[in-house]
């Protein structure tokens, strides 16, 4: 492929390591450690693989060469800027162990591994996607590595390759079937160690133990530079609110982050919302007041920021979908209806208070609602134009206001969804020098001959050089929760905690910001620049070590 | 406003200004000019203001102190990147003529000279916006400056201000008015120069003498930015295709210069869809047959780029549009009839040929074209979801396909505009040095005494150091043509050359393009790293040059 002028500048970037990492590592054990709940369930699970310490690696003042290891790496899940850094991190990693070492990369996901669909992936191809973004070096899937069938296809090839680690790069789900797979094959003495690493740009990997997880720091860096141009458009033309829906189903991190970078006039944060157990209505007329007391200053224009999730958050909402999600499965004339007997047939079948959400959405979504099904007969979510459907009734409020006195001004609304723009960027320093790290890292855990780890930096606030290199056992992130009627061990989801640092400055100033039209322009993403506007990690990060 | 970073490190870029703009400036006459067409026309429309020789600025040997002078500055029309850095070369501009020069901004467009709004801008308020995108500094309007009394309301605040020069930033018709005030001014012998500076991110103000509007250049590269990071992601997830639809009503440069800078699968030109007479299914025969082709490779994901303005440009849809226009408006009670009625009238009520046009839209797409009418009664085609009318009729077409045997594959489209994302991008190097220029050219035009002259710098793919400036006699830009029924003098409209080197380069390449998954992914803009990143022009711009 022809390569852009900055590709080629860029390339020549070589990431900062963790001075410990930058020559021979030794690796210094913590104590046993815990699963953050359910100790005793969990440990029953992983029997092979629980209560193992921390690890914290040290520069080793006795340099020893290791011996050549075959190591397998799948990307899996949604694409995060840098995941190619993790690869050539783990490349000269394992190579810098043994030359002779080898890099076999599982083709389009972990289905890869259980299809033996792989490629070696040798130094010139490594070289051709150093600090380049998206996936595509051996592209990724959503196969959920999860069935013994599945390990045991997958051993297969894993033996065949000689391959005695593999390193699975993934958000919650991919590193807690890391964990599942590091114990089984610990249990019949596979031969391999599963190590995982904290991918995804939704930030909604990281606990205690794991500071971040890679591509969130691009991808909030794109959507704050979009942001913030149509912030200066909206400033200069005055004329226009524009409605702003942002990636991140289960967590409102990004949305969080693009709001502290920007300051725009409004952000619906999804956890505050559903904590608050806000109805939509609600939302909308927190919105509908911002936009009329700005009109009441002259100021028909504005912006809003929504999390793509917002729908599934709230309560009343929720309700109103699974109701719809039975009422409907268990309906199967329903298609042959009328428009009209649908609307009909759904309020007549709901509970009264889903009825009421029901009869006060827009048309156009209610009947969304009703069409759009999964192959499972579920309501497509992700399908539904939270930004129209809000903007719609923020119009609608508006004008029952104007009816009341209480509003007099121009409401004009845009539109913008913002995911797939910022998934596949460029990684920002921050994320070259982490996402090189942690697979530099992994393959000093896989030297180590640990399993069920996940590739750990933490410091992340300071200069990469002092960053603090080491691994966790996965289990110790470890709760039960029920998923599809099944109680399972699985990493907690961080949402935004409304009583962290993020948050309360975002809190604390979103009344001023609503008013006062206190835009911040961030701008595209800088490489080449001065520390201050090329290094900075989010603010999220920032914020959240305050908290430490 | 609190500042970003990146605004604090770019305050400090000095715009590199052409050498012989660089010291005192003498102004060197060419030959008397004629308009482009219709010369006999428009001599007699300009009797005061036509035939003016090219202006040619030099250096100086024996520099002379200028008299202070009073300028007024006027933002008008959509946003561009670099109109702050016009007002700012424009302020050093006329502070280096002489220090007690003062230069007023008039208020929100063209309105704010008629309704006498302004503010002086000082040294201070300059400061505050060098290298800044946006128009916020004075803000910009719509208002068109076309009436006798207008220009007079407008002199009463000039004379009170002492304003002698007045610069207007805008698009073609901006600049077509500015030379209608200028020769109005000097008719009357109000004393006031106008000076008009070209601005459009459209790229459709450019000629034989003005080789690029401004804002072209950063709107292209972020939008660029953008379409190279979906495709990264496309390319990596393998699974969508990406419908990108990109402002630009009047002409394709914007898509061109994009499909240039990211080779996509497939771009749609609008003036080559004219100038081939073809109809919305042949537009959406070509894609679904590169889907089809893709599909048999085993690649179902790619990407399209649409212009804004495409359906005006189908002649077909135009006679459709034209239609339903007329048709409605001696219609009224149109809006009282069922969906189904409604549908019935207007297919019973068209000619033949746009009532099969009508017949083959989607159904949501034929009724919004007789829906969401603007105040007069006509189609809003700016709110035509192009991309999604396109995506639906593909997907209706493949399905078609596949019953005949022709396409066996997956088609799932997402759909992008990008438009607002990119008008007020903080200037590209580019950007900001030729809007500088431009701004300081302007006002050594003013300091030359002259009046309906056009801000020009040429030679633009040679350093800035290297720029030739001087000033065009915006008549020898005219024609005359139809609007409103009434024949007008007017800058025609630069459409994309079907035999221009930046289609023919796009034509020779797109079939291989097509099927080979050639994306390039440019990037951010860079403001700090080497040349070959941050300074190139447009593809565009390079390739016109080459026709020179």
């Not at 196969?143 to 090839?157: A, N, R, S």
């Not at 725009?264 to 911002?290: F, G, H, M, R």
């Not at 930004?387 to 509003?407: F, I, P, W």
Request: with cysteine; glycine share 10%.
């Amino acid at each position: 492929m022809k390569k852009s002028a900055l590709q080629i500048a860029r390339a020549a970037y070589q990431p900062k390591l963790p001075v410990t990492l930058t020559g021979s590592v030794k690796a210094i054990e913590g104590e046993p450690t815990q699963s953050v709940a359910d100790q005793e369930e969990i440990q029953k699970l992983f029997p092979n693989t629980y209560g193992l310490p921390e690890l914290r690696f040290e520069k080793n003042p006795n340099p020893i060469v290791g011996k050549p290891v075959n190591v397998g790496v799948i990307l899996s899940g949604g694409q995060a800027p840098g995941g190619h850094n993790v690869i050539c991190g783990l490349f000269d990693g394992i190579k810098k162990i043994n030359k002779d070492s080898r890099l076999y990369g599982f083709l389009m996901g972990p289905g890869g591994l259980v299809d033996h669909d792989y490629k070696e992936l040798t130094a010139d191809i490594i070289d051709e996607y150093r600090n380049t973004g998206g996936f595509d070096i051996i592209g990724s899937g959503r196969t959920k590595l999860e069935k013994q069938e599945q390990f045991d296809k997958g051993l297969e090839i894993l033996k065949q390759l000689g391959i005695s680690a593999l390193v699975i790069i993934g958000g919650d789900d991919s590193n807690t079937n890391a964990a599942v797979l590091a114990e089984y094959y610990k249990k019949i003495g596979a031969g391999v160690q599963v190590i995982g690493c904290p991918k995804t740009i939704d930030g909604d990997l990281k606990n205690e133990v794991v500071e971040a997880s890679f591509g969130f720091d691009t991808a909030t860096k794109v959507y704050s530079e979009l942001i913030g141009n149509i912030q200066r458009d909206c400033f200069s033309a005055k004329k226009y609110w524009h409605f702003i829906k942002l990636m991140g189903r289960s967590a409102s991190h990004i949305a969080l982050e693009c709001a502290l970078q920007t300051q725009p006039n409004v952000c619906i944060i999804s956890e505050e919302v559903e904590a608050k157990n806000q109805t939509l209505q609600d939302v909308v007329d927190y919105i509908a007041n911002i936009v009329a007391k700005r009109a009441a200053q002259g100021n028909n224009f504005g912006t809003v920021l929504i999390p793509e999730g917002l729908i599934e958050f709230i309560p009343a909402m929720k309700n109103l979908i699974a109701e719809l999600n039975d009422l409907l499965a268990k309906t199967p004339d329903f298609a042959a209806k009328t428009p009209a007997e649908q609307r009909q047939f759904v309020l007549g079948n709901l509970s009264q208070n889903s009825a009421t959400v029901y009869a006060s959405l827009p048309e156009g979504v209610a009947r969304q609602l009703t069409l759009d099904r999964d192959p499972h007969g579920n309501v497509q979510v992700s399908l539904i134009e939270t930004e129209k459907l809000l903007s719609e009734m923020v119009g609608n409020r508006l004008n029952e206001m104007k009816a009341e006195g209480k509003y007099v001004g121009k409401f004009s609304p845009l539109h913008h969804f913002f995911g797939y723009e910022g998934r596949c960027a460029a990684p920002s320093n921050f994320d070259a020098d982490y996402c090189y790290a942690l697979g530099y890292n992994a393959a000093c855990l896989i030297n180590a001959g640990v399993t069920g780890y996940i590739s750990s930096l933490r410091n992340l606030t300071k200069p990469s050089v002092q960053w603090l290199a080491g691994g966790i056992p996965i289990s110790m992130m470890f709760n039960m929760e029920r998923r599809h009627g099944e109680m399972k061990p699985v990493i907690q989801k961080a949402l935004v905690r409304l009583d962290g640092t993020p948050f309360l400055r975002f809190a604390a100033k979103r009344d001023d910001w609503a008013l006062s039209t206190a835009y911040v322009f961030p701008g595209p993403i800088q490489y080449f620049g001065p520390a201050e506007v090329c290094d900075q990690p989010t603010l999220t990060l920032q914020y959240e070590h305050l908290d430490k």
